[in-house]
Nanobody
Framework: QVQLVESGGGLVQAGGSLRLSCATS????????MGWFRQAPGKEREFVAA???????YYADSVKGRFTISRDNAKNTVYFQMNSLKSEDTAVYYC?????????????????WGQGTQVTVSS
């Protein structure tokens, strides 16, 4: 059974930092591309960042230069370092796994999803 479990969310002041983790099990982690999406209240889920099997990274324009995605294949875990947080970053953050690398910026491109972790940025 495939599981993706996010952790590291919480409440932080604007300008602060958080590091999210997504621990996976039940899949061959090194074979999967990994992504982070977020969904704010009343809005659709949106792409934030992705990292391919070969460590290529992709970011939404809104987070470039502030957020960094990384992976540790030995720990079957993907990380998401978020710096210079803004109130508009407030959302539930989801990690996802995709065997196919063609649509990493689209939620449809992913095969498995975590339950999400809440990030709240106070201004």
């Amino acid at each position: 059974q495939v599981q993706l479990v996010e952790s590291g969310g919480g409440l932080v002041q604007a300008g602060g930092s958080l590091r999210l983790s997504c621990a996976t099990s039940g899949l061959t982690f090194s074979s999967y591309n990994m992504g982070w999406f977020r969904q704010a209240p009343g809005k659709e889920r949106e792409f934030v960042a992705a990292i391919s099997r070969s460590d290529s990274t992709y970011y939404a324009d809104s987070v470039k230069g502030r957020f960094t995605i990384s992976r540790d294949n030995a720990k079957n875990t993907v990380y998401f370092q978020m710096n210079s947080l803004k109130s508009e970053d407030t959302a539930v953050y989801y990690c996802a796994a995709a065997i196919n690398s063609l649509r990493l910026t689209r939620s449809r491109g992913y095969d498995y999803w975590g339950q999400g972790t809440q990030v709240t940025v106070s201004s």
